[in-house]
Every structure is written in structure tokens, then in C-alpha cells.
């Protein structure tokens, strides 16, 4: 992994385990990104984010702008892809957070569930690898602190960031085999 999960953005030491902070700044300067700008952060077609609009697995933008919720679904979606069906993905994220375009339902902001994962993948790394257990025990730990909006939300958050962490490591996996299957071939 050289890039922020999700972005064609190169991964400074540490910049991982900060997540969605990463982008903060962007939106203090401006009141959102273009389509455009979002595109260039996560590296994907204009109309790859416009048809995940017209699907209803990204929030439709304010007056053509794109703020954090918006960033953090397309940057979730973009980053576990490779390891899922996209389908699939929008419904886990449907499961967690039900509707793109109303937060009241929420687990948790899309951007923190981005940051949460981020923290996975951080401490997966530093561990050198990965099962389900202890992908369980990394995310317990992180959710220490979380209170839940409604019963039964921190359930929901724990399997849905379990099955990200798998995900993004399934893409993980994938693409290194492609690597080396190039490099044979």
C-alpha cells in the first residue's frame, strides 16, 4: 500500500492511522470540493461518482459541492471495490448507515467509519497480518469509546468494520497477486 486507501494521494508516514483527517483541511479552505477535485483525490472517472449518485450510494451535492460525507462514502466505496462487489458495498454501508442523503440514521459519520478502517488497516499492518479475530479485537479496541446513537449501532459498526477490514485486504491481496503474476507472464 503506497497511497491513502481510497485516493491517489502518496501515504506519508503516518498519515494512515490520522484517516479522514487527511482531508480536513481542504474543507476549512473551501465550503466543499468540485466534482472534479474529488475525482482527482480518489482517482476515478467523473461518471464513476455521478452513476454512484444516481444509485443512491453517494448523497447528492449541495449547490455542485461536495463535503465530508460526500468525500468519505466515495473514498469508502472507491477502496474496498477491489476486494467487492460495489453493490454489495453500498449495501453494507446501507446497513450500517442506511440512506447516503440522511444522516439521522447513522451508525456513525461516514467519515469516521473511514478514519476507523484507516486505523484497521494501520494496526494490521504493524501487526504483519491478519484473521478474523484478531481484525475483531483491533476494531473492539478502536470502538472503546464509541456511544451509540441507538441500540444496537455498535454491533452493526463492529461487523460492518470487520468485513471492510477483509475487504480492502481481499483487494490488497488481489492486487499483489496481479503484480507477480505480471511480472511471470
Not at 446501507?94 to 456513525?108: F, I, K, L, T
Not at 454491533?155 to 507477480?180: C, D, H, P, W
Request: proline residues 3%; hydrophobic residues 40%.
Amino acid at each position: 500500500m503506497n497511497t491513502l486507501p481510497g485516493t491517489v494521494l502518496p501515504l506519508e508516514s503516518g498519515s494512515l492511522r490520522f484517516g479522514f483527517a487527511n482531508f480536513k483541511p481542504l474543507f476549512l479552505a473551501t465550503r466543499g470540493l468540485t466534482l472534479s477535485q474529488v475525482c482527482e483525490i480518489a482517482g476515478t472517472e467523473l461518471t464513476t461518482v455521478q452513476n454512484w449518485i444516481k444509485r443512491g450510494w453517494v448523497g447528492h451535492p449541495e449547490g455542485k459541492r461536495y463535503g465530508e460525507a460526500h468525500l468519505a462514502r466515495i473514498l469508502l466505496l472507491n477502496m474496498l471495490r477491489s476486494g467487492m462487489q460495489l453493490e454489495k458495498i453500498a449495501l453494507l454501508l446501507q446497513y450500517v448507515n442506511g440512506s447516503a442523503d440522511d444522516r439521522a440514521d447513522d451508525s456513525v459519520p461516514d467519515s469516521a467509519l473511514y478514519s476507523y478502517l484507516c486505523s484497521v488497516v494501520a494496526e494490521l499492518n504493524d501487526r504483519g497480518g491478519a484473521d478474523n479475530d484478531s481484525i475483531r479485537e483491533i476494531v473492539e479496541s478502536l470502538l472503546a469509546d464509541y456511544t451509540e446513537p441507538f441500540e444496537g449501532a455498535r454491533g452493526k459498526l463492529v461487523n460492518t468494520l470487520v468485513i471492510m477490514a477483509l475487504a480492502y485486504l481481499s483487494g490488497e491481496f488481489s492486487g499483489r497477486a496481479q503484480a507477480l503474476l505480471s511480472e511471470i507472464l
